[in-house]
């Protein structure tokens, strides 16, 4: 089955910096998702990663803030920008797969903005 | 705009049956997914309906009405491995396809 590497698996940063994640797949993909669980919630969906394109932003996220990069079909990139401690949450990749009903989650990254 | 909710918590005895039901007003709606996802992990596709009627799979099963706006997850036989929060998802279609989550329910199973 199709494995979803994410990394950093977890980061510690001060406020005022920022971070890129990393989601590569190693099988072949449709669409690609960004996703973020704040502590004992449910995920909120942040933007579709668009290949070769902008990415397509939900409600609430912007690209100032949340930039995302998809360069290849295989390969995504989230930045969360000029964190403030309420960006500490768990960011996860989502993808689907050509050959696999529903959508296939990254292990995610636990962000602590400090 | 949309709405999928979810009750918040449920708790259960083991060897018992549960419902959790979801309830969601969206645009777009092509089908809808159950994912269970244990604390600290990913999320893991638990079963999928697009149309009206019961899914089974082994001890899960899932049902959807299109036109009620409703889905519910089965679990039946629990077993203590099932404690988790179990989370419905409605996947739209607005000129491209995405999954859009529920509030999520929590699950306590107890001996």
């Known amino acids: 089955s199709a494995v979803i590497s994410q990394k950093p698996s977890r980061d510690i940063c001060q406020r005022g910096t920022s971070l890129t994640i990393q989601c590569q797949v190693d099988?072949?993909?449709?669409?690609m998702f960004w996703y973020r669980q704040q502590p004992g919630q449910s995920l909120t969906l942040i933007a579709t990663a668009n290949q070769g394109s902008e990415a397509t932003y939900e409600s609430g996220f912007v690209i100032d803030k949340f930039p995302i990069s998809r360069p290849n079909l295989t390969f995504s990139t989230l930045t969360v920008s000029n964190m403030s401690p309420e960006d500490s949450s768990i960011y996860l990749c989502s993808v689907r797969l050509v050959q696999k009903l529903g959508y296939t989650f990254g292990s995610g990254t636990r962000l602590t903005v400090v | 705009g949309q709405n999928i909710d979810q009750p918040t918590e449920m708790t259960a005895t083991e060897g018992a049956i549960v419902q959790i039901n979801c309830t969601y007003q969206t645009s777009g709606f092509n089908g809808l997914f159950w994912y269970q996802q244990h604390a600290g992990e990913a999320p893991t596709f638990l079963s999928y309906?697009?149309?009206?009627g019961l899914e089974e799979k082994g001890r899960f099963s899932s049902f959807l009405s299109r036109s009620k706006g409703y889905s519910y997850l089965l679990l039946k036989e629990l077993q203590m491995k099932d404690s988790a929060s179990y989370l419905c998802a409605v996947e739209m279609n607005t000129g491209f396809q995405k999954l859009v989550f529920g509030t999520g329910t929590r699950l306590l199973v107890s001996p």
């Open positions: 309906n697009v149309l009206d």
């Open positions: 099988s072949q993909v449709t669409m």
